[in-house]
């Protein structure tokens, strides 16, 4: 074997060992993306399970906010129907109304003291935030994955291997402007 030959299969050698090197980092970015998800997912079912015992606590006082009670219980229904399908966006509008309709009954629920004394609801409320404190944190965890997974397979040289592998860029899960603003608590008690 030539000198020349040995060079060319020591570059050639060393060109599959980094596209290797591509590939399992690609990999390895898409499960991290897998991993958040379920990471998320699994406090949304938990919060799925809560919340309709905290509209049952509700309903015993809040004879007259029927209303909100039901909105929270369609926004739920969304939200699981978006996160069995895998539908970030979807999920993303689905969570905008649940959270806006959470923000309305535990604002409503400042005009019933006896619900507010009441120790279940107390409970409930205190579980439901901190899962929905929960799944911030895990939304942005899940973010940061999805953009450097969908940073990487754009990136060259991880570009050639992520198209010829059909890796696909994956949704960031974001929630409506509406729901980021300021809940207008005119509205609620006019």
């Known amino acids: 074997m030539s000198s020349s030959s040995i060079v060319v299969l020591v570059v050639v050698i060393l060109a599959l060992g980094y596209g290797v090197v591509l590939y399992n980092g690609l990999v ?33 006082y809040m004879t007259h906010e029927r209303t909100t009670l039901e909105q ?11 996160r069995e399908q ?4 979807a999920l993303g509008k689905a969570e905008t109304g ?21 120790e279940s609801f107390r409970h409930l409320a205190e579980r439901i935030t901190g899962l929905e404190n929960g799944i911030a944190d895990r939304r942005e965890l899940y973010n940061d994955a999805v953009n450097r997974n969908n940073v990487r397979i754009e990136q060259f040289p991880d570009v050639l291997i992520a198209k010829w592998f059909a890796f696909k860029a994956a949704d960031l899960l ?15 008690f006019g």
Not at 44 to 54: A, M
Not at 98 to 118: S, T, V
Not at 174 to 186: I, R, T
């Open 28 to 60: 390895n970015l898409k499960h991290g993306v897998s991993k958040a998800w379920s990471n998320i997912d699994v406090l949304l079912k938990q919060r799925h399970d809560e919340l309709p015992k905290l509209v049952e606590t509700c309903k015993q």
């Open 174 to 188: 974001q929630f409506s402007d509406a729901e980021k603003a300021d809940v207008d608590m005119a509205k609620l």
């Open 98 to 118: 649940l959270r806006m309709g959470l923000g309305q009954l535990f604002a409503l629920a400042e005009n019933y003291p006896e619900l507010k004394a009441n």
């Open 86 to 89: 895998g539908d970030v966006p």
């Open 72 to 82: 929270v219980i369609a926004a739920r229904s969304a939200v699981a129907s978006a």
